[in-house]
């Protein structure tokens, strides 16, 4: 018998069939050991010693792979055919090595197929080799580097940064080129200029449009004319003058198709054509690479998705120029097949590019036995490879000058287009743009040197030039590919670490930097430049290329890294808080402290008047500050309209009104996490913040009093007799009930939803299978807590009512109606319940532990958790974000 391993259940069975009984399948379930999340994993001064750990459930499927071994002769190691599954292999053979006797007198063999069908799986099986030793060390290497990196710059970020979560080898570089490319736009300097434009029409009557290219003998480019007067003194001569055509040329353009899919071009084509992530990409990619069942058997339906390769098998451009004759004609096929190269940096062409299993299976024939995402992705895969093999697009380009005369002055005029003569390629399959050019695309009418032509009207436009746009994920990852940063494999993950750190939001598809993020991108390049250089990252990554091409040694590049990253390390910890600030405010000035358009210092204090602001790091994370605080308390949030939150009056507060209910008055405000309207000024009053999309200069008294109307009861849930509440949280606008959450489309729905609706959106959430969050409903709000801020909040749980402040739960007395609970009882609750945490045993937190981040950084973060374990059973609890400043 023989025993085979892979990575996924859904392969397992897959390639049980094909092989028969002689074989048993089973699968590791990806990874089956890490480095703990802990510090001392990775030593440096034992020669880069590396300390694995087998979780539980790894544990139990090493022991079922022990146990099946014990009947096999051969142990058949047949993981993905790249890095990551080189080093799966390894790590199971290196977990059967220390079971002794486990794999004494048995054959080791390794095995890899480029795809999940029966044929590539036997023609793997009769070319077995060795595991490949420099690919494993290249992975070791990687996985080193990400561990001290993460686990050595994190813990120094958290005590210099608060409310940084975590730095990453490739994290980091990826966020410092959403952040430069930001920079550039707030920097940006409109440039005017004009476009001239001539309507004109040739003897036949047939009109066109022609550009001014030339003005009293200098040939004028885009950004010529750059006033009005120009431009007008221009239009004034053109509207006098007579037209000629003294040139006319036609040109033949031939457009080459693309090649086939790589993983960054897959992900950037996903993302323009079908709009998903790089991450949602990868994820169907490899629904479709396992496969799926097409007439009683389940095959793969894609190649391996995580290659940089552009070549096909030979076998695969026969099989698409087959389908090009049949489904398009001879005339599309070209004479010889096409063969591509890669231009990305660092590229390793040793795997196929991206393409169907089968060509013979078009998208029509396989779409009813898949998922819409997987019909869309497979389709989409299948074209490109088929069009890559296709004739190219043939064009005719058309040029024509044209000389405008006037009272002994000239000026020359051109007018282009460009014809499809012959569409080849581009019947099945046009590439995407994120930005589009304006190619000339318009037919020109019959025109012939000589030509005189009419005026039909003349045009001056005002325009400006415009930034760079913000990065997509698709322009993203083809920015990293090209400067040679990260891996195929990992720029999904890089792009979802940065997400769930919260260091970029998506606007619009647009990737915009987040303030926290651009305070850790500052700090890194102030204190950290050589390491998040572009050219130092793809640097490493060449090392890392030399090491799995067995031209380097792998601990001896960890050495070179290491040595000078560990001094500055130990010289960043020496650094003042103070230095931090200073080197921050001179950073992010521009951004931070905005020109305010009249003259005025821009670090002024718009309250005091005498005292700068500066940045400030808080517990809760950034703001702005005065300097002559206590006296001055104006804080602003990061990125918060300076001038507008000024302009609410002294100290910050402009009165709206009074509130028809209660007769209190109800302000306008600014505090350190934003703008913020409060009802009254006695004891602790009701705030609330301003919602995302609602401005200062939008807030009315209307409009502050439905703010702080919420929670709004909607009704009674006809099921339960349950109340029904719309609110507005942390991830926007929701109703509740009973403990279920499910979100609404805007804020405005908070205040007009109806039962019928609330009742409608909770259960599609249910269908949907979304669960219920496991804190329940709040029963009612007592307000904020009165020394540390904070909203208490009344519940109803599984054990009885109770009183909540953040993380601190507090059980009511027996037979205390939680109707009747008020502010003071809940304070002293809180307060005892606090004051009698069990403290964390310190043996258990770890001395620097750090959130590894980042695509290739995938230590997880149970180290920081388990460092402020301590904290948190203060007497004094970190309070949660409040809903107001």
């Given at each position: 018998?023989n025993?085979?391993?892979?990575?996924?259940?859904a392969k397992?069975?897959?390639?049980n069939?094909?092989?028969?009984?002689?074989y048993?399948?089973?699968?590791?379930?990806?990874?089956?050991?890490?480095?703990p999340a802990?510090?001392?994993?990775v030593?440096p001064?034992?020669d880069?010693?590396?300390?694995?750990?087998?979780d539980?459930?790894?544990?139990?499927?090493?022991?079922?792979?022990?146990?099946?071994?014990?009947?096999?002769?051969?142990?058949?190691?047949?993981?993905?055919?790249?890095?990551?599954?080189?080093?799966?292999?390894?790590?199971?053979?290196?977990?059967l090595?220390a079971?002794?006797?486990?794999?004494?007198g048995?054959?080791?063999?390794?095995?890899v197929?480029n795809?999940i069908?029966?044929q590539?799986?036997?023609d793997?099986?009769?070319?077995?080799?060795d595991?490949d030793?420099?690919?494993?060390?290249a992975?070791?290497?990687?996985?080193?580097?990400?561990?001290?990196v993460?686990?050595?710059?994190?813990p120094?970020?958290?005590?210099?940064l608060?409310g940084?979560?975590?730095?990453?080898?490739?994290?980091?570089?990826?966020l410092?080129?959403?952040?430069d490319?930001?920079?550039?736009?707030?920097?940006?300097?409109?440039?005017?200029y004009?476009s001239?434009?001539a309507?004109?029409?040739?003897?036949?009557?047939?009109?066109?449009?022609a550009?001014?290219?030339?003005?009293?003998g200098?040939k004028?480019?885009r950004?010529?004319?750059?006033?009005?007067v120009?431009?007008?003194?221009i239009?004034?001569?053109?509207?006098?003058?007579?037209?000629?055509?003294?040139d006319?040329?036609?040109?033949?353009?031939?457009?080459h198709?693309f090649a086939?899919?790589?993983?960054?071009t897959?992900q950037?084509?996903?993302?323009?054509?079908l709009?998903?992530?790089?991450?949602?990409?990868m994820?169907?990619?490899?629904?479709?690479?396992?496969?799926?069942?097409?007439g009683?058997?389940?095959v793969?339906?894609?190649?391996?998705?995580?290659?940089?390769?552009?070549q096909?098998?030979?076998e695969a451009?026969?099989?698409a120029r087959r389908?090009?004759?049949?489904?398009?004609g001879?005339?599309?096929l070209?004479?010889?097949?096409?063969?591509?190269?890669?231009?990305?940096k660092?590229?390793?062409?040793?795997?196929?590019?991206?393409?169907?299993?089968d060509?013979?299976r078009l998208?029509?024939t396989?779409a009813r036995?898949l998922?819409?995402?997987?019909?869309?992705?497979?389709?989409?895969?299948?074209?490109?490879?088929i069009?890559?093999?296709?004739q190219?697009?043939?064009?005719e380009?058309?040029?024509?000058?044209i000389?405008?005369?006037?009272?002994?002055?000239?000026?020359?005029?051109?007018?282009?287009?460009?014809?499809l003569k012959?569409?080849?390629?581009l019947?099945?399959?046009?590439?995407?743009r994120?930005?589009?050019?304006d190619?000339?695309?318009?037919?020109?009418?019959?025109l012939?040197?000589?030509d005189v032509?009419?005026?039909?009207?003349?045009s001056?436009?005002?325009h400006f030039?415009?930034?760079?746009?913000?990065?997509?994920?698709?322009?993203?990852?083809?920015?990293m590919?090209?400067?040679?940063?990260?891996?195929?494999?990992t720029?999904?993950a890089?792009?979802?670490?940065?997400?769930?750190?919260d260091y970029?939001?998506i606007?619009?598809?647009?990737?915009v930097?987040?303030?926290?993020?651009?305070?850790?991108?500052?700090?890194?390049?102030?204190?950290?430049?050589?390491?998040?250089?572009?050219?130092?990252?793809a640097?490493l990554?060449?090392?890392?290329?030399?090491?799995?091409?067995?031209?380097a040694?792998?601990?001896e590049?960890?050495?070179?890294f290491?040595?000078?990253?560990?001094?500055r390390?130990?010289?960043?910890?020496?650094l003042?808080?103070?230095?931090?600030i200073?080197?921050?405010?001179?950073?992010?000035?521009?951004h931070?402290?905005?020109d305010?358009?009249d003259?005025?210092?821009?670090?002024?204090c718009?309250?005091c008047?005498?005292?700068r602001?500066?940045?400030?790091?808080?517990?809760f994370?950034?703001?702005?500050?005065?300097?002559?605080?206590?006296e001055c308390?104006?804080?602003?949030q990061l990125?918060?309209?300076?001038?507008?939150?000024?302009?609410l009056?002294e100290?910050?507060v402009?009165?709206?009104?009074t509130d028809?209910?209660?007769?209190?008055?109800?302000?306008l405000?600014?505090?350190?996490?934003?703008?913020y309207?409060q009802?009254?000024e006695?004891?602790?009053?009701?705030?609330?913040s301003l919602?995302?999309?609602?401005?200062?200069?939008?807030?009315?008294?209307?409009?502050?009093?439905?703010?702080?109307?919420?929670?709004?009861v909607?009704?009674?849930?006809?099921?339960?007799?349950?109340?029904?509440?719309?609110?507005?949280?942390?991830?926007?606008?929701?109703?509740?009930?009973?403990?279920?959450?499910a979100?609404?489309?805007?804020?405005?729905?908070?205040f007009?939803?109806?039962?019928?609706?609330?009742?409608?959106?909770?259960?599609e959430?249910?269908?949907?299978?979304?669960?219920?969050?496991a804190?329940?409903?709040?029963?009612?709000?007592?307000?904020?807590?009165p020394?540390?801020?904070?909203?208490?909040?009344?519940?109803d749980?599984?054990y009885?009512p109770y009183v909540?402040?953040g993380?601190?739960?507090?059980?009511?007395?027996r037979?205390?109606?939680?109707q009747?609970?008020?502010?003071?009882?809940?304070?002293?609750?809180?307060?005892?319940?606090?004051?009698?945490?069990?403290?964390?045993k310190?043996?258990?937190?770890?001395?620097a532990?750090?959130?590894?981040?980042?695509?290739?950084?995938?230590a997880?973060?149970?180290?920081?958790?388990?460092?402020?374990?301590?904290?948190?059973?203060?007497?004094?609890?970190?309070?949660?974000?409040?809903?107001?400043?």
């Amino acid at each position: 018998m023989n025993l085979v391993i892979v990575e996924s259940p859904a392969k397992a069975k897959t390639i049980n069939k094909y092989l028969g009984r002689d074989y048993t399948v089973l699968a590791s379930y990806g990874h089956i050991r890490d480095l703990p999340a802990k510090d001392g994993s990775v030593l440096p001064d034992s020669d880069f010693a590396m300390s694995w750990e087998v979780d539980g459930k790894s544990g139990k499927r090493m022991a079922d792979i022990a146990a099946a071994l014990k009947d096999a002769d051969k142990l058949i190691l047949a993981t993905d055919p790249d890095r990551e599954g080189e080093a799966i292999s390894w790590h199971v053979l290196e977990v059967l090595g220390a079971k002794r006797g486990a794999l004494k007198g048995k054959t080791i063999q390794r095995v890899v197929f480029n795809a999940i069908t029966k044929q590539a799986v036997l023609d793997a099986m009769a070319k077995p080799r060795d595991v490949d030793q420099p690919l494993v060390e290249a992975y070791l290497a990687r996985r080193a580097l990400d561990y001290l990196v993460g686990f050595t710059l994190s813990p120094v970020l958290w005590r210099k940064l608060p409310g940084a979560r975590s730095a990453g080898r490739v994290q980091s570089v990826a966020l410092r080129l959403v952040c430069d490319r930001e920079n550039e736009i707030e920097t940006f300097k409109p440039q005017e200029y004009w476009s001239l434009i001539a309507r004109l029409a040739n003897p036949a009557g047939d009109e066109f449009e022609a550009r001014l290219s030339e003005w009293k003998g200098k040939k004028m480019s885009r950004l010529d004319v750059a006033d009005g007067v120009t431009a007008n003194e221009i239009r004034a001569f053109l509207n006098s003058a007579t037209f000629a055509v003294t040139d006319a040329e036609q040109k033949p353009q031939k457009r080459h198709p693309f090649a086939p899919f790589t993983t960054s071009t897959l992900q950037q084509e996903a993302s323009r054509k079908l709009g998903f992530s790089a991450q949602r990409t990868m994820q169907v990619a490899q629904r479709l690479y396992e496969g799926a069942d097409i007439g009683g058997e389940t095959v793969g339906l894609i190649t391996y998705m995580r290659t940089d390769g552009v070549q096909i098998a030979p076998e695969a451009v026969n099989a698409a120029r087959r389908v090009i004759a049949q489904e398009y004609g001879e005339r599309y096929l070209p004479e010889k097949p096409r063969f591509y190269s890669t231009k990305a940096k660092n590229a390793q062409e040793a795997h196929e590019a991206i393409r169907p299993t089968d060509l013979a299976r078009l998208p029509n024939t396989v779409a009813r036995h898949l998922e819409a995402d997987e019909a869309r992705l497979y389709e989409l895969i299948w074209k490109r490879t088929i069009a890559s093999q296709m004739q190219s697009a043939d064009f005719e380009r058309t040029t024509v000058d044209i000389t405008a005369k006037s009272g002994g002055t000239a000026a020359g005029l051109r007018a282009t287009g460009s014809v499809l003569k012959f569409d080849g390629f581009l019947a099945l399959y046009q590439e995407s743009r994120d930005d589009e050019e304006d190619e000339d695309g318009s037919r020109l009418p019959p025109l012939v040197v000589g030509d005189v032509l009419a005026r039909k009207s003349v045009s001056a436009s005002q325009h400006f030039t415009e930034p760079p746009p913000r990065y997509t994920e698709a322009t993203l990852v083809k920015k990293m590919e090209e400067l040679g940063i990260g891996r195929p494999s990992t720029y999904a993950a890089t792009l979802a670490t940065l997400r769930d750190r919260d260091y970029v939001s998506i606007d619009k598809k647009r990737l915009v930097p987040s303030d926290k993020g651009r305070i850790v991108t500052a700090f890194l390049e102030s204190f950290f430049t050589r390491y998040v250089e572009y050219d130092f990252t793809a640097s490493l990554e060449e090392d890392l290329d030399r090491i799995s091409a067995g031209e380097a040694e792998w601990r001896e590049v960890l050495r070179r890294f290491w040595t000078d990253f560990n001094t500055r390390i130990g010289e960043v910890k020496e650094l003042r808080v103070a230095d931090v600030i200073d080197a921050l405010n001179e950073d992010l000035a521009a951004h931070i402290f905005p020109d305010r358009g009249d003259g005025s210092d821009p670090r002024s204090c718009p309250t005091c008047g005498t005292g700068r602001l500066s940045l400030k790091l808080g517990r809760f994370g950034s703001f702005i500050g005065c300097s002559n605080y206590p006296e001055c308390r104006y804080t602003r949030q990061l990125g918060g309209d300076g001038d507008a939150e000024a302009s609410l009056g002294e100290n910050g507060v402009k009165l709206l009104g009074t509130d028809p209910e209660t007769g209190l008055d109800v302000t306008l405000r600014s505090g350190r996490f934003g703008p913020y309207v409060q009802l009254g000024e006695e004891g602790k009053p009701k705030r609330a913040s301003l919602p995302k999309g609602w401005t200062v200069e939008s807030i009315d008294l209307e409009r502050a009093c439905r703010l702080l109307s919420l929670p709004r009861v909607v009704g009674n849930h006809p099921e339960t007799g349950k109340p029904i509440e719309a609110n507005i949280g942390r991830y926007g606008p929701y109703v509740s009930h009973d403990g279920a959450y499910a979100n609404l489309s805007s804020v405005d729905e908070v205040f007009d939803v109806g039962l019928n609706r609330a009742v409608a959106v909770l259960a599609e959430k249910k269908e949907r299978g979304g669960r219920a969050r496991a804190t329940p409903a709040a029963l009612k709000s007592l307000g904020e807590h009165p020394a540390s801020g904070g909203e208490i909040t009344v519940r109803d749980g599984r054990y009885g009512p109770y009183v909540s402040w953040g993380k601190v739960n507090a059980t009511l007395p027996r037979g205390k109606d939680p109707q009747t609970v008020t502010l003071e009882e809940a304070v002293a609750l809180i307060a005892d319940k606090a004051g009698k945490a069990p403290k964390a045993k310190p043996a258990k937190a770890p001395k620097a532990g750090a959130k590894a981040a980042g695509g290739d950084e995938k230590a997880t973060s149970k180290a920081k958790s388990a460092a402020g374990t301590a904290k948190k059973a203060a007497t004094k609890p970190k309070a949660p974000k409040a809903k107001s400043a």
